[in-house]
């Protein structure tokens, strides 16, 4: 072989195999591609794929015949196909106000009517109710705290039934307790000893009292159990020596509370200190008080439920997993979640559409409101920054005279698609629309779409200076129910990829622009000034009903409580004035001497003379002694007059009783002091410690 002849062989070969080795990262890219968009589909929430029994339009049911008998990555599609089409109300076509695909003039400056794409997944009615819970859609804080909300309710729910068949079984629990013999503390006597400090245990306690007629016992309960929700709240601090006074004094910093806890403790104090009888009027009066003030958790739980919706709501636009658009199959959720998997930043646009800064790729729908402004913008944006302008099915494309293009009905009934770019591409789209020339003549462009044997144009990419313009017949293309059939995810692709190179996409749709600019337009449109105008005007009713302050507001003094060494001292000062310490000690010898005689005197004789010996024997002192003193007590005690009185002996006759000299004074000290010494050497048995 001449070297000539080798030199053409190897030309040959390197060749074949530069092509053998581009259709291979051809297909490696179409399996990425295919892998993707199973991956997308595999999500329950696009039911489409996996309910059989999903309600498909007349429009989606076009595609039926392309996905044929099975379906790898919409494995449930073939089946819902085999039933029959149903008529779905969109209600969203006309529930937007009269703005969505219109400007300001009333018209479509896209062209035309917009397209109906079929109705959301949260318009699609099924045949039957179904109740799901979809998560799917919340922040992962919002799921969290919705869980937690829903096992503190189950908890809550068990928790009273179980409380309920205790109380059932109460009764039956206390005869048994009745008839047994009585061992150690009762039942009562312990109860009081266990400080209850759980509130709905309190309150269901301070009822079960009322049933039994106990309604003194009942109030107490209820009043400890709005002590306790106070101070578990940090309002107050239960404390053995603070009173009930001290108790509304710490609610001064709020005054609603202060009034609430004022009127509830008069009534209490009423029956605690005999000026009300305990009833059931005055115990329903109390509570009726104190359970709106304990019950407060409804409140936070409201709170918490609130701000788990406010949590849980997710931006509407952007791809991926965090999207809230329309997973239904004429939706684009999946266009979108596949974009983004192949690496592009894909999203759905949300605010009004202008120009981009930025090269870009712009998939424009049916139904998007863009004006004649816009439009020429857009092209310029396209010319200049090298952007990318997907028109996707628009029923009469804009600026005819850049383009030179218009949407015609297409005769081809064949639903398959060639791509003059790539041989091996099987893309299908359901009859429809083709595009001609202005004057009716085929599109000739750089890349081109064609349909069936006719050859009918389906789709054109044309430059335009920088950038390019596509253009395609049908916007079915741009939907989520497309990514089932063979390459048609490819095709999308494949049109986005041409040089310039596009990493971000932005789908504009009918949604694009009619949100809200301020917060004045968005009250507007929600028609809320009449709601808002009376909320308004009810807090002026409620500024005029409470009043306003005509001078600066001051928290009132705190008042100090006084200590009960501070009373003793006040009432030994008072006996100092009225001179009446042979009084003093006389009501003092009054009550030792009983003491002593319980403590000591077990002989059964009566008089001074066996307490005398007794005491004796027990201090170790002389009896003569023991018994002096014991004599001047009882003669202390013979002096005394009625407890009523600060006066001597004499203020019973009608005369001034006699001052009594310094050392009498200190002579009754003395006996004052004999006695209690008695008292501490005699000791105390546990009775007489409670009754101290």
Not at 181 to 198: F, I, L, N, Q, Y
Not at 649 to 659: D, K, L, N, Q, V
Request: glycine share 8%.
């Amino acid at each position: 072989m001449s070297r000539r002849a080798r030199l053409f062989a190897a030309l040959i070969a390197l060749s074949a195999g530069a092509l053998l080795a581009r259709d291979a990262r051809a297909e490696d890219v179409e399996e990425n591609v295919h892998f993707s968009v199973r991956d997308v589909l595999e999500d329950d929430r696009y039911r489409f794929c996996h309910e059989d029994d999903y309600p498909l339009t007349p429009e989606e049911h076009a595609w039926c015949p392309i996905i044929a008998g099975s379906s790898d990555v919409c494995p449930e599609l073939p089946a819902a196909c085999k039933l029959p089409p149903v008529e779905l109300s969109r209600s969203a076509a006309s529930g937007r106000g009269g703005r969505g695909g219109r400007d300001a003039s009333g018209k479509h400056p896209a062209g035309g009517p917009p397209t109906d794409r079929g109705p959301s997944e949260d318009e699609r009615r099924r045949p039957w109710p179904e109740m799901r819970v979809d998560l799917s859609g919340m922040s992962f804080f919002a799921s969290a705290l919705f869980i937690g909300l829903l096992v503190v309710f189950f908890g809550g729910v068990i928790h009273a039934l179980l409380k309920n068949l205790l109380r059932d079984r109460a009764p039956a629990d206390e005869a048994k307790e009745e008839k047994a013999p009585a061992r150690g503390p009762t039942p009562e006597e312990t109860a009081r000893r266990e400080v209850e400090t759980d509130v709905q245990r309190l309150l269901a306690r301070a009822r079960t009292h009322a049933a039994r007629g106990d309604h003194a016992r009942a109030i107490d309960d209820a009043y400890a159990a709005l002590l306790r929700r106070l101070d578990g709240d940090g309002l107050i601090e239960i404390h053995p020596s603070r009173t009930n006074g001290d108790y509304v004094r710490s609610l001064r910093e709020r005054p609603d509370l202060k009034g609430a806890m004022r009127s509830i403790v008069r009534d209490v104090e009423d029956v605690q200190f005999g000026v009300t009888p305990p009833s059931e009027p005055v115990f329903r009066a109390v509570m009726d008080r104190v359970v709106p003030l304990v019950s407060r958790a409804l409140a936070l739980a409201l709170v918490a439920f609130g701000l788990s919706a406010a949590l849980s709501c997710t931006p509407h636009g952007g791809g991926g997993d965090e999207g809230g658009g329309d997973r239904s199959p004429s939706g684009t959720q999946a266009v979108l979640e596949v974009l983004d998997e192949q690496g592009l930043k894909a999203r759905r646009r949300g605010e009004a559409l202008t120009a981009p800064d930025r090269a870009l790729a712009l998939v424009v729908l049916p139904g998007a409101a863009i004006d004649d402004a816009t439009w020429r913008d857009l092209f310029a944006w396209v010319r200049g920054k090298g952007g990318t302008l997907f028109l996707a099915g628009l029923p009469r494309l804009p600026d005819e005279v850049e383009l030179g293009l218009r949407v015609a009905q297409d005769a081809e009934t064949s639903t398959a698609l060639a791509a003059d770019w790539s041989s091996g591409l099987r893309a299908s789209l359901p009859p429809g629309k083709r595009l001609v020339e202005a004057n009716g003549d085929e599109p000739e462009d750089l890349y081109m779409i064609f349909r069936g044997e006719s050859s009918s144009t389906a789709g054109v990419v044309r430059r335009l200076g920088e950038g390019k313009v596509v253009v395609v017949a049908d916007d079915r293309l741009v939907s989520n129910v497309s990514l089932a059939a063979p390459d048609n995810a490819q095709l999308f692709l494949d049109l986005l990829r041409f040089a310039p190179y596009a990493t971000e996409i932005e789908i504009v749709d009918e949604w694009t622009g009619v949100g809200a600019e301020t917060p004045f337009e968005a009250v507007r449109e929600a028609n809320l000034w009449p709601v808002i105008a009376q909320l308004f005007l009810l807090l002026a009713l409620l500024y005029l009903w409470k009043g306003s302050a005509f001078a600066r507001l001051r928290d009132p003094p705190a008042a100090g409580r006084r200590a009960f060494a501070d009373h003793a001292r006040a009432l030994g000062l008072a006996y100092r004035r009225a001179r009446a310490s042979r009084h003093a000690a006389g009501l003092y010898a009054s009550w030792a001497l009983d003491r002593l005689r319980e403590r000591v005197h077990r002989s059964g004789r009566r008089g001074l003379i066996p307490l005398a010996e007794a005491i004796a024997a027990r201090t170790g002192r002389p009896e003569a002694e023991v018994m002096r003193v014991l004599v001047e007590a009882s003669g202390a005690r013979e002096d005394a007059v009625p407890a009523s009185s600060l006066r001597g002996p004499e203020s019973a006759r009608g005369a001034r009783p006699s001052p009594r000299a310094r050392d009498g004074a200190a002579a009754d000290l003395e006996l004052v002091r004999e006695l209690q010494g008695f008292l501490d050497a005699t000791g105390q048995r546990t009775s007489d410690r409670k009754t101290t």
